[in-house]
């Protein structure tokens, strides 16, 4: 599975635009990229999916650049209860497959 | 639809102690999977299985033992517990139906001291 890389920890506050981004050099051709969000206390649960370009649902938005190596997830107008760990993973889809979790990105959003 | 749960929610062992965690979903999923996760880490591959009768290792399998003897049930065994299995453990799963999505749901969790 493709290693990624991400920031250890962010701060923002309330009502900003928070973009994290993780960078994923040796990502393969069949690889999607894919961004998990766990609160303290509970399993990881899935935010978004995508293979190219921007991928947007109810919760957040995915740009990914046309070489793939880097990827940014976009959460808008962040709110307290967006204080999470979100994890960026790399690899093949299909439920057979196993998911490698870095130690993520710890958001820490203030009023 | 209850999702993923676990049993227990917390538990604390004596080194050399057994216990079983149980993992059951209600989503008729194929693929299972136990985590662990350490203080300030990722989660952890223990052992996972792709259907009923079916298991193998992960990441760090050693210490450790599964069973999925029923679809929807997957049990994970310390047949004799350390202090450095001392963790929360999470269960998740997967329909195998989702070959485009990279979607697997997780269970709260089960945390586990070993003294």
């Known amino acids: 599975l493709a290693k990624t890389t991400q920031p250890i920890s962010m701060d923002s506050y309330e009502g900003q635009e928070v973009n994290i981004t993780c960078s994923h050099n040796n990502i393969a051709t069949n690889d999607y990229i894919t961004w998990y969000q766990q609160f303290p206390s509970q399993g990881p649960r899935f935010i978004i999916q995508g293979y190219k370009t921007k991928v947007t649902n109810e919760v957040a938005s995915l740009f990914i650049p046309a070489d793939r190596k880097s990827s940014t997830l976009s959460l808008p107008r962040v709110s307290l209860s967006d204080t999470a760990v979100y994890y960026c993973?790399?690899?093949?889809?299909?439920?057979?497959?196993?998911?490698?979790f870095g130690t993520g990105t710890q958001l820490k959003v203030e009023l | 639809n209850a999702g993923v749960t676990q049993t227990p929610k917390f538990r604390v062992l004596k080194t050399g102690q057994s216990m079983t965690l149980l993992c059951a979903q209600d989503m008729n999923h194929e693929y299972m999977y136990w985590y662990r996760q350490d203080p300030g880490m990722g989660l952890r591959l223990i052992h996972y299985s792709v259907g009923e009768g079916t298991t193998a290792k992960g990441e760090v399998p050693d210490g450790y033992n599964v069973s999925r003897l029923k679809k929807q049930n997957f049990l994970l065994g310390l047949e004799s517990a350390a202090p450095s299995q001392t963790s929360v453990y999470f269960c998740a799963s997967i329909s195998a139906g989702d070959v485009s999505s990279y979607e697997q749901y997780f269970g709260p969790g089960t945390r586990l001291t070993v003294t």
């Open positions: 993973l790399v690899g093949p889809t299909g439920g057979g497959n196993k998911l490698t």
